[in-house]
């Protein structure tokens, strides 16, 4: 059997962080958080809506929520790409990797759900019933909904945290099927490759799906499942098994470790592909400017670049060693390590805060000036996003070191 050997070329510092917190992580939440921020304010005010390019820019900062996405995939299956790839002989505990992700999302959530629903869904908030796909985060599977939309009023972005839900519920299972499918490998390069491979395959299952939502008819609720937005996490998945691969591979010039190197020290060439991949998405060519599933070509036209914009993006930032570099610098800094922490709550409470100061003020939708209602509504929702952090999110993550104490 061959041996794993330890790579023998270069520094291993200067390698991937396989493991642990990443401080540049906390920069992309906070880019990804505030970036859905702005986009959800510019089209509250209207501002994403006119001509000109500027406006065209604002009206794709959905774009934040592949990045988000992107970043579970990486993080999430890191402990399970792990334990294939090196051949550890105990997995990860399935049902601390539940809890823990119950306690990360759901008390936060379901605080913002109790103030959210009373105040702009008040008939229906006295049915119980009603409650129960929101509360269990199903409601992008509910086939005929009472509200309109994505979500009720004040919780019109939670459907991507129902996409979240549901793909922490199908890691683990999915998991253990690409673990199937690599411990065949004779060494750890083979069985990162293997698993490459059937991350290939998950992430085809996306344009899959869209061909299936537009055919025999449009289906557009379709696109808010699972399926539709499973690319962006295999991407994250595959940059994990990356990760991994460039510790395994012994062979300093092997391409995947120069492949590596390369994206790494040229992170300002692939943030400049980003921004250009970005402004294509922000043209004409990849459909209208609001919310809304597009004909099939447009559709696939929008995945596709979405998928390159995150993986331009966030590859120097997942292949970075874990000392000190310009990126690290740059999002790793104290400040963007703070607006991380917050980002979750910052995500939560934005459209509260939007839908109430429109009706505190008595503003009609698509008017308003988009600098003071941005200042605004950042200087309130940053407010009840470190209330959240403080209060709700780090006391329960704190019950859940207390039963499961490391």
């Not at 702005?38 to 592949?66: N, W």
């Not at 519920?169 to 083979?190: E, M, Q, Y």
Request: charge should be positive.
């Amino acid at each position: 059997m061959p041996v794993h050997r330890r790579p023998t070329g270069g520094d291993v510092r200067d390698l991937p962080a396989v493991g642990g917190h990443l401080d540049a992580m906390d920069g992309v939440r906070a880019v990804a958080s505030f970036g859905v921020l702005l986009y959800h304010v510019a089209s509250t005010t209207g501002a994403s809506l006119r001509e000109g390019f500027v406006p065209s820019l604002l009206s794709r900062g959905d774009i934040g929520v592949p990045i988000f996405f992107l970043l579970s995939g990486f993080l999430l299956y890191r402990p399970w790409a792990r334990r294939t790839v090196r051949a550890d002989a105990t997995p990860p505990d399935t049902g601390d990797y539940l809890w823990k992700r119950a306690l990360r999302i759901l008390p936060a959530y379901w605080l913002v759900l109790a103030v959210a629903l009373p105040l702009w869904s008040r008939p229906q908030a006295a049915d119980p019933w009603n409650w129960l796909p929101l509360v269990l985060l199903v409601q992008n599977y509910v086939p005929d909904p009472w509200w309109v939309g994505t979500s009720p009023p004040g919780l019109g972005q939670m459907w991507s945290l129902s996409v979240e839900m549901t793909f922490y519920l199908a890691l683990p299972p999915i998991a253990v099927a690409l673990h199937a499918l690599a411990r065949r490998g004779a060494d750890p390069v083979a069985r990162a490759r293997l698993l490459l491979r059937g991350i290939c395959v998950l992430a085809a299952v996306s344009p899959l799906w869209a061909v299936l939502s537009h055919f025999p008819v449009h289906r557009p609720e379709l696109g808010l499942w699972l399926p539709r937005s499973m690319v962006y996490f295999a991407t994250g998945m595959g940059l994990a098994v990356v990760s991994l691969w460039v510790h395994a591979e012994p062979d300093p010039d092997a391409p995947v470790r120069r492949l590596t190197r390369g994206v790494r020290e040229s992170w300002v060439t692939c943030w400049i592909i980003a921004a250009l991949v970005y402004a294509v998405a922000a043209s004409p060519i990849a459909g209208g400017r609001l919310f809304e599933m597009q004909d099939l070509w447009t559709d696939l036209f929008e995945m596709t670049l979405y998928t390159v914009f995150v993986l331009a993006l966030l590859s120097p930032v997942t292949l970075q060693p874990p000392g000190p570099s310009p990126i690290n610098a740059l999002l790793g800094n104290p400040v963007m390590r703070y607006l991380g922490r917050i980002s979750y709550g910052v995500f939560l409470w934005q459209f509260v805060v939007i839908v109430g100061w429109y009706e505190l003020t008595g503003q009609e939708s698509f008017s308003g000036g988009l600098l003071s209602t941005l200042a605004v509504c950042v200087t309130l929702t940053v407010l009840l996003a470190d209330l959240s952090h403080r209060l709700i999110e780090a006391p329960a993550l704190r019950l859940r070191r207390s039963r499961h104490p490391r």
